[in-house]
């Protein structure tokens, strides 16, 4: 209900179409509905250009399975899920006609657009275990309609192979750099790239990487400039984030 | 040195107009000054878009006064002195023609570009002690030809003092939310805006607020989509990563 | 055994009902029962305004059904058992006579009484997976004679759906606020609240959540006044103090 | 503006005294003063019971000087400044009527209003070293309306003392704990207390307390119900919240 | 090999009875077996009044054996092994006559000594859940020759059953104070003894503890004199400490 | 007052030599005085074998000057004062008699007595920096009463030096050992010595030492028995404890 | 591509022999291969001096397999495996020639080829649970051509057997110090050793030891000179450097 | 005292030249100086290859100096004295005769003898800021006999400016890189060199750098290989183990 929309009623108000405190309840109006455990939101699409996602974790599959339903009921077209497990899934696909990318953890109904921008999101992993986060970041950035470049496996140790795709780089215009460990796959891309580039430490790493933690302080003290960081594994955060920046071209 | 000047290279060493050893020597070249305690870097502008910063902090006026020198005899017309103590700014005043803007504890040599870009960054802030991060964010970026936006002490304690400037929100292109303490600001603002928000952490606030760990944590955790994070008190970094954004319409 | 008794004591002395090395011997009289591995306290009823409570967790479905016991045979009439397994919960159904509330983890014996104060207390969570604590806490309030209304998942990524029960913010005596991730929640509801707010940090949460930390540091660094907080997941020992507050008005 | 304003605005739409736009520009109304550096909130009287606080540390003296004339020029006749240094106050006190007290860093303009309830809030240190914190927190109960009673020194290395002061901690309707080092004081005195207990953990110690951390844990985790905790050297806070407890019965 | 070793070692040499390349040799003399994965010490009995020990964890349930055996042969009569789980017992019993105390994780070869003091040890839980590091305690005390004395579930919550017990703590001549959560029974315990504590943190407790660590810091920072501490979960350093200590007077 | 004293108290009353709500009263005894910011324990000596300690960091020079005073007047003869500034000390040497050890930032008023025990207490450091917390705790120890002996720079970097010293580590009855950076003095001493160790972390070190960190967890993960640990530079509380230990012989 | 197959390109394109566009094309050829989850690096060999190794730890089995066939096929003869779980290797088994170690985890295909150099790394271990990641250390050090010694449970709790064993560690080259827990081991044998000593932290241990947090302090702040530290539990890394530096004087 | 000279002991003592006791007083010999304060060692030249150093951070000019005569007299030649003041220098260059390096904080007596090996010490910075802790190495490293080669501010945020100096990087024997903040340097250089590299963390950087704590972690968790670390800020000990490399091939 915006400023047009407050306007239109107290019109109404003026023309004795709607009486006052009728008008008072109305502005009250709840834009989302109550399932007692969860309140799905159904204007986020026109509020953030996209519609509710169901952060699967920490719910069970039947909490998911009918907050989807909910979403769908209310015309949402396209439901993206994440963090589901391999479980969730086995109980959700006979109630819904879903999509499931094991590898990202990430449940689609409704398919991916195409994409709606030219411009093209890098994700870039350090290693090869950092690849099911670079998933969840990837499937959820072409779920959001932008054109995904996959480079992984291509960390600081062995800086020639990052440095042979020097080209997908500068061609990018989001990058999301994806590395545990030591994390310095952020400061090496946000030295040479011109694009915005979102970091992602991972959990990924034994001892003293503390679940993340040393790749987290490493990507938020770059010293390269042009490097913002989201929460350790936050895939979905890092893709987010990128495809907003991705379709600021086409306003 | 990019790929034509390669080419041009191997051409001229095919014409004879140059020696293969000599075109070896050629590949080695240095695109910076070795001052023997920094190596400033002239290509910065070319390859980020901005030129080299000098990160005051750490430096002696002298080594700040001779870097800036060189940047200036090598051609850069603007240069921004970030964390520059009020004593490095006595000193070198009468060395170089700058303009030093107290509270950001910013300066500047050759003035302010106008804004090349229509996008507006808001830069918004919690509480009054935030005030000398954001104001170092809101000067990096206005160096960088961004039209900037200021709105201060609207932190969530009295939650309609922001919602009275919603529409700053809405009207925003990129918004660079500063808080101390439990930096719930950036995830208020992330769940209204509809763009890319970039958040600081500020070392304000006592007690368990850790230098600034607690406002980091709070934000990185932020439940609302579209933020990322950057370092504790660095207002410079986020002004960077929002021009960044800010100029991705214009391509 | 308060001034009263030992008044009361002294007097039998002074009246030779009583020796005075006997009267000795009672001064040492204790209010619990020592079953070896636990001592219930028959007195807390008294001392407290509630009976003894039963830590489930780390004790042996054994154990708490025999201190259950003994508290039941010692008189009291109410039993709460809290973060009680639903193992510990099949070992004791045929020995005690108890209703179980699987989602909340708590076993009830006696049943609940009703509301003994007009008081409401309002159970507030940011998110589907922070209502097992919420649960808890809902459970403890009206296991102590409260009345109890609950709101959940209206964290503030979508502040909206949190104003839209502004009116029961403002109809609340004292709020349990309860969130995971950055905790921003607390901050909020204390900002606009007229009540006291104890807040709940849960360990809902991943990355740089380190298990309710960021959520715990954030509530304790509340910029609102009116917010104290109770340790990570404590849904117990909120409703304990929430409760203690409800009845403040009735002395 | 409540419903009840809301109510009125299109009553007067109806009647035709007031245009539909203008009423649309009313519904934005700002409850407080822009003073750029900070807006000052002349609702938090209504909204919360006390009017706005200013929170000294972080500020200039001039910054707090203005404040505090603005505040007082809209009406607010008793003012706390919190934190304030006395370079502060010898910078204020002739631009403003105000008390300073120097022990628990607190300024009162206009005064200390007579208690307005019969509870009693106690506030009770482990140490000497604790005394400004529970100062801070004697004086702001005070400024609030409260009886306040001070029991300091009282730690449970000399448990005695403690207990030779029962009947204070029976007699109590709230109580303030403040403790640095181990913290102990609270448990212990929410062991025997029938009233909440704030606890407020200190800075106070030295080695292993980690400028409070100690303290904070050990009360977070305290075995004793009835026990919330405030931020590392919060009287203030501590203080806020027994008010808010202390007025309950009241209503 | 003490001073009167190497002193006749070289009146052997003086007198030609051994040749002075053969004495150096037996310089280098070994007072232990090499098992390859483990060198048990058949001195330590001489050097710290007690035999080796077996800690357990870590350990395979042969490698365990092996080394009881090895001891065994070489003349250690009475054999104590910590946190052996049950695994390794049923897998051992069939190897040596040893006997098992679960709680404890406790295995016994050849039997408890009498106490060969006066002296009393007390250990002194804070709650149930403290048992299994308390038994582990009292087992090693006993083990080591000192009367134990048993004191569980006596926390500061309801602290008038610690005092119930007054008389106990001033007869002891060491106390083992073990407490999880906030670890506050040291110092209460500390407080009113007039005898050495050893305080034992235990991972008890949840949310903020953080295994431990609150209990730890807790301790450390015990406002009362007299208290030592030792490892989170320690029990068997705790004994072994006050077994020394009840061991002076007797010297 | 003890079970004697209640006696004799019911005695009376029943003799009416008292009445009983006199008696009542009587019970209610304070064995302290009540200075307002402080409560001087007069019984401490008798309760503890050592009288009241003044712990003199945060405390202002004048109130360490009234406590002292205070106690004095209460009958205390030796009175130790600890962490005194020199500042403190040349406040009150004009007020109190009074002998200061700078190093040791150590006061005592009425003299050291002699050692009233035959047992040696070892005071061993690891480095030269850590020799101001040795002489806290070696002249803590003189005051108590104990005969001292002081092994300074013996750290395990040289541990020849140490092992020369082998003798004195031998004969000793109680040993403090005192180190920072990784603390590995501990160990190692408490791997040779018969007698129990009382282990300091000291805050001395840098980087990753963390102000007493490193050689506190070091210390508390000692694989060597017999050795406990006090807080960080606290050398007067291990002294406290290792006094304790080193009168068990005489009881 | 060194410097020397630059030069031989432009005198090929200066003979005619190859066009210059094509010649750019050849800058840009890649030293690995790319198979979409990994790049396997084919000329590590040279540029380190050892071949690829494949840290098995986060990778599927068929990851694993697949990379070892596409290095094998490569030319690579002798390949190592680090932290292969026995389900891998029991997978691969039937793929690839290998030979599994399952105490170190590790898998070696192709053989250990013969020391080529006469330097002597010892690793030496403090306890019995150490010997995972001390053969992970032996097992590596011996693929990479180095002759090894261990010395395993002689932690300085019993500092006779360490020092037993004096000559080995005056014969080595290099050291490899193995300790978890309190990790004085590094320091005591970087005080007798003239030789480079490389420590490893492990996370055996319990309480307090924080997971190999206080090892890894421990010897960061090793007061021993010559003495460096890698990453907890990393027995690879350490030898990996050892071999370096024994094979230094060979160059 | 090795072998050979206890067999000429043993020698002597068959030949009659010496008496058995007098003989195991020799035993007991010991090779440094106790100067109450400090103990120096003489015959660390000997054992480590390197003279007494004195660490002089901690010590008191007059401690500094008194340390340097002791170790002059006994014979040392070369005396090197890191973390000195310059305060401590003033008050000693009229004691003894020194040369002082301000920038390093380095004091070296007796002059820097010249290199006694071929091989090449990198000496390598990310930033300006590091220089101090670089030149504590780099001149470490020339007093200990090395030949060292500087590089500095070629951090990775502009990495050309290091691949131009690739040459370097190669023909070095050993190399120490130095970083704050985010410590990608090791890793990138880590990744290229093919000889050992020592890591350094500095404490320089702001925010989440934690005093070094960043750095440290992204060393230790550094994906190349051939990395070891020491603590934070210690220039000198990382020359130290450069140094003992460096020398490995001459032996």
Request: proline content about 4%; charged content about 10%.
């Given at each position: 209900m915006d400023k047009n929309d407050v306007l239109e009623l107290f019109e109404k108000v003026a023309k004795g179409e709607i009486k006052p405190d009728e008008a008072v309840e109305k502005?009250?109006?709840?834009?989302f509905d109550e399932l007692g455990f969860a309140m799905p939101d159904h204007h986020r699409g026109l509020r953030k250009g996209i519609g509710e996602v169901i952060?699967?974790?920490?719910?069970t599959p039947e909490q998911i399975s009918e907050i989807a339903k909910n979403l769908s009921e209310n015309g949402q077209k396209h439901i993206l899920i994440t963090r589901m497990s391999k479980d969730a899934y086995m109980y959700i696909k006979d109630k819904i006609d879903i999509e499931y990318y094991e590898n990202a953890k990430i449940g689609i109904a409704g398919g991916i657009k195409k994409a709606d921008t030219d411009g093209v999101i890098l994700v870039i992993t350090?290693?090869?275990?950092d690849i099911p986060i670079a998933e969840e970041a990837a499937m959820t950035a072409e779920f959001m309609g932008n054109n995904v470049k996959r480079l992984y496996d291509?960390?600081?140790?062995?800086?020639h192979r990052l440095f042979a795709h020097y080209k997908d780089i500068m061609d990018s215009d989001v990058i999301i750099a994806i590395a545990g460990m030591e994390g310095a796959l952020a400061s090496v891309v946000g030295g040479i790239a011109q694009c915005p580039v979102i970091a992602v430490p991972t959990s990924v790493g034994y001892g003293a990487s503390f679940g993340g933690i040393s790749a987290l302080l490493s990507m938020l003290n770059?010293?390269?400039?042009g490097v913002s960081v989201v929460n350790i594994d936050n895939g979905f955060g890092a893709a987010y984030m990128a495809s907003m920046i991705n379709h600021m071209g086409g306003k």
């Open positions: 502005l009250k109006y709840k834009p952060y699967g974790a920490g719910k350090a290693g090869t275990s291509v960390g600081v140790a062995g800086i770059s010293c390269a400039s």
